[in-house]
Structure formats: structure tokens, C-alpha cells
């Protein structure tokens, strides 16, 4: 079995994205029935909806549209990482009202507001109320940027973060040292989990299994089995890779673990994160 955490539905006619216009290659609609009928072939079982980043006056009717989604008979998404505005005044009251028979976690995507966002009291207050709820925050920075997650997992030590993307490598530009450095100090807070996900997208086009190798080896080596959770990362995965190529070989970057230790990265370790009963499948 294999749990999704991190894929990405667009419906334009329902939600409004204003970066798609800057994304050519993805600016299209993205819809659960496409993702599902591939996802059903390749063992994925299971799934959470990552934000999109839609216009801020958008990000309930996005929840909204996951809610629908998980009621539909057999429906494989279990829960949405919602978007939020922890910068806000009106954050601790949005997060009273959030439906969490839906929502998850919750996600603000910090690489497209300036640095000090992420350094203010507000924002940290705010963050450190999820730890409260027990609501996990997902944090998606480009790699000059962690040490900035670093900050923020050391002011708010009773909330879970995770790291989307192993923290956003540059690949392509082969700048291992800086990166590994970090992920090795982030790995030292007990508070973060690291998300393998969708790394094909910063390799430049040009990669194989072995260009891949290190980047993963070094993450597990620094987090272990226990603190990592994967995820497709559709449809910004398909940018240098298919669904299934990512599938197959995040398959064969864990091939060397204990069916225990895939099991816990691909599957359990979501479960217990974000606190999620899948289905009894032993009856289908």
C-alpha cells in the first residue's frame, strides 16, 4: 500500500489560481477521476490533497472541494492539507471553524512571500497554536531558505512540521553540500518529518536512478525510517517524470530498506501523522 501525501487537484472552474499563469505546463485542470485511474494501477491506496495555493479568497471553497471529493463511494483521499495564512490576525479564529473531519494540516507556501514572513511573533504564535490542536504544518522553502525552517521548528518545539520535497534540492545545479548540511541540522529537530516527494522536478530534465541516489540516501540517513512519509507530488511531478516513474523509483531508492521501513515511509507513518483510519480493504 501506498499513501499520497502530497497531491494537487485544479479545478479552475470552481477555484481560482493566480501562479498558473506563470506555469504553462501546468496550467490545465487537474482532476481527481485523471489521477485516481492511475493511481488505483500503481498500489496507491490512499491519499491526502495538498493546497494549491489558490487566492487567498478561495482557500475554504478548496477545502470545500476536497470535502466533496472524500464523500464520493470508494473515494481514495482521506483529508486535505489546507492553506492558511498564519500571518493573519484572523488565523486563530479561521482555525477555531476549521472542519476537521477534512483538514489535516495545514500548508503556507513560504517561497513566494518575502523571508520576514516566516520570522515574525504572529506567524510563530500562530504556528505554535497547531501544536496545540495537534494539527501538523507542512513547510515548503526553497533549500537557501532552511535555515529559516530551522527558526521556525526551534520557536514552536510542540508543533510537527514537515519538510515537502526533501527540502527542495537543486538537483539540476548539483549543489549537494549546502543542502545535505542543513537537512543534517534540521534532522536534529525531533519535531520534523521529511516528505519524499516529487524530486524529480529539480533535476533539469536530464536524470536517472543514480542521479537521485544520493540526494535520498542522505535523508535517510539523517531522519530514518521512522521520520519520513512520501508523496507523489502530482501533477508538479510530471514536469521531468510520470506518476508511475516516481512511484517506480521512489520503489527502488527504498529498495534496500526492511519491508517494515517501506511500509513505515510509504504507508504507516502517514496514518499516525496526520491520525487517519484507512479503510479495512480485507473484505474487497
Not at 500500500?1 to 504553462?24: C, K, Q
Request: hydrophobic content about 45%.
Amino acid at each position: 500500500m501506498i499513501f499520497d501525501t502530497h497531491l494537487h487537484l485544479v479545478n479552475r472552474s470552481r477555484l481560482s489560481y493566480p501562479w498558473l499563469e506563470g506555469a504553462p505546463a501546468l496550467n490545465r485542470d487537474w482532476s481527481y477521476e485523471e489521477y485516481e485511474s492511475t493511481a488505483r494501477r500503481i498500489g496507491i491506496t490512499d491519499v491526502l490533497h495538498m493546497e494549491v495555493d489558490v487566492a487567498e479568497a478561495d482557500i475554504e471553497a478548496e477545502t470545500a472541494f476536497i470535502a466533496d471529493l472524500m464523500q464520493r463511494p470508494g473515494s481514495l483521499i482521506r483529508g486535505a492539507i489546507a492553506a492558511a495564512r498564519p500571518e493573519s490576525p484572523g488565523f486563530a479564529a479561521w482555525l477555531e471553524r476549521v472542519d476537521r473531519s477534512v483538514v489535516k494540516g495545514l500548508r503556507r507556501v513560504l517561497h513566494v512571500v518575502p523571508d520576514a514572513v516566516s520570522q515574525s511573533e504572529l506567524f510563530r504564535d500562530n504556528i505554535a497554536r497547531l501544536g496545540t490542536v495537534g494539527l501538523p504544518f507542512d513547510i515548503v522553502m526553497l533549500a537557501r531558505q532552511l535555515p529559516l525552517a530551522i527558526e521556525l521548528a526551534d520557536a514552536c518545539p510542540d508543533t510537527v512540521f514537515v519538510l515537502d520535497h526533501c527540502g527542495v534540492p537543486d538537483i539540476a545545479g548539483g549543489a549537494f553540500e549546502p543542502w545535505a548540511a542543513r537537512i543534517t541540522d534540521l534532522a536534529r529537530r525531533p519535531n520534523v518529518i521529511l516528505k519524499l516527494s516529487g524530486i524529480t522536478a529539480y533535476t533539469g530534465g536530464d536524470w536517472t536512478l543514480d542521479t537521485l541516489r544520493p540526494w535520498v540516501t542522505h535523508v535517510l540517513e539523517q531522519f530514518g525510517a521512522d521520520r519520513m512519509v512520501w508523496g507523489s507530488d502530482s501533477p508538479v511531478c510530471t514536469l521531468q517524470s510520470s506518476l508511475p516513474e516516481w512511484v517506480a523509483t521512489s520503489q527502488a531508492l527504498l529498495a534496500d530498506l526492511s519491508v517494515s521501513e517501506r511500509g513505515a515511509i510509504l504507508h504507516a507513518n502517514a496514518c499516525r501523522l496526520w491520525d487517519i483510519a484507512v479503510p479495512d480493504r480485507r473484505s474487497a
